[in-house]
């Protein structure tokens, strides 16, 4: 008990380190946005429970990649695909990160987005873009909500907040087979779901997050571990998603534990 | 007598049918604000400065006037005063998102009255460079239940929030702390309706043109404040809606929602088409009425020029003049028979197999059995260059394939006449209530004065009376023939 405590408080003040620190690479530079622990506690314990509808707040997300998108409206079927088909990084679709772990990205540079003045600076022509190589962190967090603010998660850490990619992963443990129940997401803007390594859905054009916007088809969570994986890109707008699994009826199916690992 | 009749023929090629589904004059104009009536002119307001003013309801140009200029104002009258709200802002969705709601009030819209004088604008509600909400999209309610005033505000950036404001002052009540109703919608506004409070919100893509995706949808509770949930028990806060009206045919993007109640049972809600094809794809105002199907509104839609049977709600029986049934050949041909005869198809009667029969001058209005015979086929057609009324044209209701009109008769009562004139007791204003019926209204009754609508006196006698949409006798269904 003590040892548990003593391993919350340093994730608690690793936490609130990593959320007060500022990368060089922020979009917003000098801009004072809401903190990290508004929408994320650290993770301190081996596993949770869906919340009491189902939704999965645990999450592994690493810093956004860069992907700059001025429009949503680009987010068709097959740009979405080709997106995330894109290796960014090794072992992307097969990777379950830990909490620290880093990866590097090669980015293409984003011009700074003016919010204090409103909307963003039209360029007058558009420049050659620009590339650099950054390295990006895995953060395993619980969300405080539902749906897990992207967004907040990529604005807590100074981090690129428009015209981006977010990976996720998450680890399922099931005591029994669940059958015919379905995966359950909400995203905005497009998204891409996998289980252990298999396409389960797409959502394609420019997304709201709507709790239950899109499910899989029926499918079988056997009796252990099973890898969860999405990927979601935005252009402008607040980055979010939520997932859950749910049966038959559209009732949420809650009889499994989350972990990281 | 011939001058007479070549001017009468004259006039009526002069009343052209048109399609009934767009406002005509110059009626662009992007988040418009509740269409507010005033001094008997019509007035929204839009995003930039300025906004519509229509003197029918159905013909909108430029001309209103609103300083400030901002985004997506909204109005709503209190007493004899009227409360305009609007935001000034920067962001978008890629920008920045510090807004301000604020409100300012005037005697009258009417920027050429002796009173017409905003008063200075007050903030009512704020957001920072980077909080979780946008504050511009105002909607305003006066809750008909409390007399309480409120004020939604918001767009996707964050939350859809509400606030209380002083109705007499329009000021932020004192104390007052904000609440978020929903998420991923903008262009939110509150409403009322049989013990149940509506958020509404414009969900889809904005400002994308023939390819934005706005729509409108709902989602409603029994508290002013919230929790809003959609028919599918989703609370509007995880995204929930229900759709009130997204695309038509060749008109994108539906959004802004506005209601307005002309009276019981007639209501009309304002949007806008963020792109109408057949206007160059520009943005522009719309208005449909709202029918309220199991206690949730939805856009009724616009009836179409076309051929009719105009049925009664009282009784299921169809208008017709009164004139002699015609039989059909074919006759009964028993109940059993061998099954091995030859099956074929009974032709239609036509027109021209009855006409000959019917009385040449004023015909009686009857109903009657519906039987899809030509004394019961009605073509409705709008008719241009008459003023219009809020969201629609006057229309001619004649028999198919004649100019024979339903008119207006001295003494309340309906006939039919042997000729359109465009005379004003021939046009009819034909709304789509609440409950999806329609109500046919003559624009004029020939020595009187006031409303009437077209009644069910009997199963089998129409007339013209008094519009009660409790009754069932002042409703009328349109099937497409």
């Known amino acids: 008990m003590k040892i548990h405590h003593l391993v919350s408080s340093l994730a608690i003040c690793l936490f609130a380190l990593l959320a007060s620190s500022h990368a060089a690479n922020a979009q917003t530079p000098g801009l004072s946005s809401p903190p990290l622990e508004g929408y994320f506690y650290p993770v301190t314990t081996a596993s949770v429970t869906p919340d009491s509808q189902g939704f999965i707040r645990r999450w592994t997300l690493l810093e956004p990649i860069v992907k700059p998108n001025r429009s949503n409206t680009v987010f068709v079927d097959s740009y979405v695909r080709e997106a995330f088909a894109t290796e960014y990084f090794p072992n992307q679709m097969t990777v379950v990160p830990k909490d620290g772990d880093k990866v590097k990205v090669t980015v293409e540079v984003q011009a700074p987005v003016n919010l204090a003045m409103g909307r963003p600076q039209q360029q007058q022509a558009p420049a050659a873009p620009k590339f650099e190589k950054r390295t990006l962190v895995w953060h395993s967090l619980d969300s405080k909500r539902f749906n897990v603010k992207l967004f907040r998660f990529a604005t807590g850490l100074d981090k690129d907040r428009y015209g981006v990619i977010f990976w996720a992963v998450t680890v399922i443990n099931c005591d029994q087979d669940l059958e015919n129940v379905r995966m359950a997401v909400g995203s905005n ?21 709507v709790m239950d916007d899109a499910t899989s088809k029926r499918l079988t969570l056997s009796k252990g571990r099973h890898v969860l994986r999405g990927a979601v890109i935005n252009g402008p707008g607040m980055s979010d998603f939520c997932v859950r699994f749910i049966d038959e009826a559209g009732n949420p199916v809650k009889n499994y534990t989350i972990t990281t690992q | 007598m011939i001058m007479k009749a070549r001017i009468s023929l004259i006039i009526a090629a002069a009343f052209i049918s048109v399609a009934a589904s767009a406002q005509i004059g110059k009626p662009f104009i992007h988040d418009p604000s509740t269409i507010a009536e005033c001094d008997g002119k019509y007035y929204t307001f839009g995003t930039g400065s300025g906004g519509l003013i229509s003197e029918d309801g159905w013909t909108w140009n430029s001309g209103a006037v609103r300083p400030g200029g901002g985004a997506a104002p909204d109005v709503v009258k209190i007493g004899d005063r009227y409360l305009v709200g609007y935001s000034a802002t920067g962001g978008g969705l890629g920008g920045g998102h510090a807004g301000r709601i604020l409100v300012m009030w005037n005697n009258t819209l009417d920027p050429n009255s002796p009173d017409f004088k905003y008063s200075d604008p007050i903030e009512v509600a704020h957001s920072e460079v980077d909080e979780d909400c946008d504050a511009i999209d105002i909607g305003l309610f006066l809750d008909p239940v409390t007399g309480r005033l409120w004020a939604t505000y918001g767009t996707y950036f964050g939350a859809i ?12 009540v004192k104390g007052n702390v904000e609440k978020d109703v929903a998420v991923d919608c903008e262009a939110s506004d509150l409403i009322y309706h049989n013990g149940w409070y509506y958020l509404l919100g414009t969900h889809g893509t904005c400002c994308d043109g023939t390819n934005s995706t706005y729509n409108i949808v709902c989602g409603r509770s029994r508290n002013v404040t919230g929790p809003f949930y959609d028919n599918m028990g989703r609370d509007m806060m995880a995204g929930g809606g229900k759709m009130v009206i997204a695309a038509e045919n060749r008109r994108i993007g539906a959004g802004h929602f506005g209601r307005t109640i002309v009276e019981e049972g007639v209501e009309k809600m304002s949007l806008h088409w963020e792109a109408d094809m057949d206007q160059s794809g520009r943005s522009v105002l719309a208005i449909r009425p709202i029918v309220w199907v199991n206690d949730w509104p939805v856009s009724g839609g616009v009836w179409e020029d076309g051929e009719y049977a105009i049925i009664s709600e009282r009784r299921g ?3 017709e003049l009164a004139v002699d049934f015609v039989r059909l050949g074919g006759g009964m041909r028993g109940f059993g028979g061998s099954g091995n005869d030859t099956v074929v198809k009974i032709e239609d009667q036509k027109l021209e197999d009855v006409i000959g029969g019917w009385p040449k001058g004023e015909i009686d209005a009857r109903i009657g059995d519906i039987m899809y015979r030509p004394h019961q086929k009605w073509s409705i057609e709008s008719v241009e260059d008459v003023p219009g009324y809020l969201g629609g044209l006057y229309c001619k209701i004649v028999i198919d394939g004649t100019n024979r009109a339903l008119a207006a008769a001295p003494g309340a009562e309906v006939v039919t006449v042997p000729e359109f004139t465009g005379a004003p007791e021939q046009l009819w204003r034909i709304d789509m ?15 009187e004065k006031g409303e009437f609508v077209l009644i069910s006196a009997g199963d089998s006698t129409p007339s013209l009376g008094k519009f009660d949409f409790n009754s069932d006798n002042c409703k009328w269904n349109l099937k497409k023939w």
Do not use: C, F, N
Request: zero cysteines; glycine letters at 10%; a negative charge.
């Open chain 1, 189 to 209: 803007s497009a998204s891409m779901w996998w289980i252990d390594g298999q396409e389960a859905l797409i959502l394609s054009g420019d997304r709201r997050m």
């Open chain 2, 161 to 172: 929030r509400m606030v209380e404001l002083d109705p007499k002052t329009g000021e932020r």
């Open chain 2, 317 to 319: 029986y169809a208008l």
């Open chain 2, 433 to 447: 209530l609440t409950d999806g019926t329609y109500r046919i209204m003559p624009k004029e009754v020939p020595g």
